[in-house]
């Protein structure tokens, strides 16, 4: 890794509003000394191309002093893509106000609410330190936190057992916080989830995601028909319409005031994921540019059907629902509020029975773009065209060719039908 010194353009490069005066402020957030000076940046390797669609990724070492004392901050700086059409395409401004939003809005909020409960450990999240919104210069500078020991898992991969643990007490506590919140301050948090807005399934993006809708379903229904023909899985598929599963997602995703609701990470991916196994074992949420209030059942089942597969749901599946309640139900208790009031078991389970198809749907789009290799991952920056393209014209899936590849995908509806979620 070259150093750069004082190289401002590469500052430049990440936005115009991102200067030294930004990692001044930075160096004097987490050291919080009087005399703040920058010696030197020096700029990591990038994300990997087919990771970020939404934003371009810097990693950043910060030299300083403070108070004559030299110190160093790890960052991880993401910033609206250069490419005016990849923007475009991808609607790139609406996610970062989205994140933004709740990372300036929500978070603080949140922050103050644990650290009052002494419960810190309960928000399982990067440290927020800079950023800019204003449709042109966004960026979110957050901590760099392979530097506490947290290392990502690769995309194509599924979990194991304790690392999905890990996944699922993080997100746990994630939600209780939203849970017991709620319940002690309900009209703050009706004023702070007025923040977020749907960036995905919404009637407004139909037309933005209809052909590659119709693309993701054609795959599945292929995977269906090659490995479980003439199933209840394949039969139950086909008798969808096109915009049906969409329609099902919209109105799952539109329940923003509903009692058991919570400020959700909406997009439970393995890439929105690290995790350590140093001292205590556990993992940190990455990346809210979908976040929305919605059940907590939208984040587990994205992350029981996208992270983990068929041979693990066979012989856990019920006990890891538990283990997820369980460490909700102990985090709803250490914050002060009663979980058989405001959550209980049954109204959880009610939930996933109405709502774990959500999981299944948003599935059918990961799990294709999780099994590409880097060699076939798109090159957004590629885009001509600074009005944007159909999302289907660069996002080109097609057929999985792989009978591994055609099981992750299909078990993913045989299971939601067998368990009576779709």
């Given amino acids: 890794m070259a150093s750069t010194n004082k190289d401002h353009a590469k500052l430049k490069e990440v936005s115009a509003c991102f200067t030294e005066k930004t990692l001044q402020d930075i160096l004097y957030t987490v050291h919080n000394g009087k005399e ?3 010696l030197s940046w020096e700029f990591g390797g990038s994300s990997t191309i087919g990771d970020n669609y939404l934003s371009t990724i810097y990693k950043i070492k910060v030299t300083g002093t403070v108070d004559g004392k030299k110190v160093q901050v790890g960052l991880v700086v993401k910033a609206l893509p250069k490419n005016k059409g990849r923007r475009k395409t991808y609607r790139s401004a609406e996610f970062f106000s989205n994140e933004i ?13 644990v650290k009052e409960k002494n419960q810190p450990q309960a928000l399982c999240i990067p440290r927020h330190f800079a950023s800019v919104m204003d449709g042109e210069n966004d960026f979110i500078a957050l901590e760099d936190v392979t530097f506490l020991g947290y ?6 991969n599924s979990l194991d057992e304790e690392q999905f643990k890990m996944i699922l007490k993080s997100i746990a506590r994630f939600h209780a916080v939203s849970l017991a919140f709620k319940d002690q301050n309900p009209h703050e948090f009706r004023e702070i989830v007025e923040y977020l807005h749907e960036t995905y399934y919404s009637n407004e993006h139909w037309n933005w995601y209809k052909r590659f809708h ?3 379903l054609d795959i599945t229904k292929n995977a269906l028909a090659i490995e479980y023909p003439d199933s209840e899985a394949e039969k139950r598929l086909k008798s969808y319409k096109v915009q049906d599963l ?3 997602a919209v109105e799952l995703c539109n329940r923003k005031y509903h009692s058991t609701s919570v400020v959700s990470q909406g997009d439970s991916w393995i890439p929105n994921y690290m995790i350590r196994k140093i001292t205590e074992h556990e993992a940190l949420i990455l990346d809210f540019q979908l976040a929305r209030c919605a059940s907590p059942v939208l984040d587990l089942s994205t992350t029981f059907y996208s992270c983990t597969d068929k041979a693990l749901w066979d012989e856990k599946f019920d006990i890891l629902l538990q283990f997820y309640y369980n460490e909700l139900f102990n985090t709803i208790t250490l914050l002060g509020s009663n979980p058989r ?17 959500f999981g299944m749907i948003f599935a059918m789009e990961i799990i294709p773009m999780a099994l590409l290799d880097e ?6 920056d590629l885009i001509k065209d600074d009005n944007g393209i159909d999302i289907a014209d660069i996002w080109t899936l097609s057929y999985i060719k792989t009978k591994e590849g055609r099981l992750k995908l299909a078990n993913i509806v045989v299971h939601a039908v067998e368990k009576g979620f779709f």
């Fill in 246 to 248: 969409f329609q099902k």
């Fill in 214 to 216: 119709e693309k993701i």
């Fill in 375 to 380: 060699s076939e991952a798109f090159d957004l």
């Fill in 151 to 156: 290392e990502v898992i690769g995309r194509q």
């Fill in 101 to 113: 939003l709740f990372y300036t809005k929500i978070i603080p909020k949140f922050e103050m609410f």
């Fill in 341 to 357: 009031n405001i959550y209980s078991w049954d109204m959880f389970m009610n939930e996933v029975k109405e709502q774990f198809v």
């Fill in 36 to 38: 703040v000076n920058v």
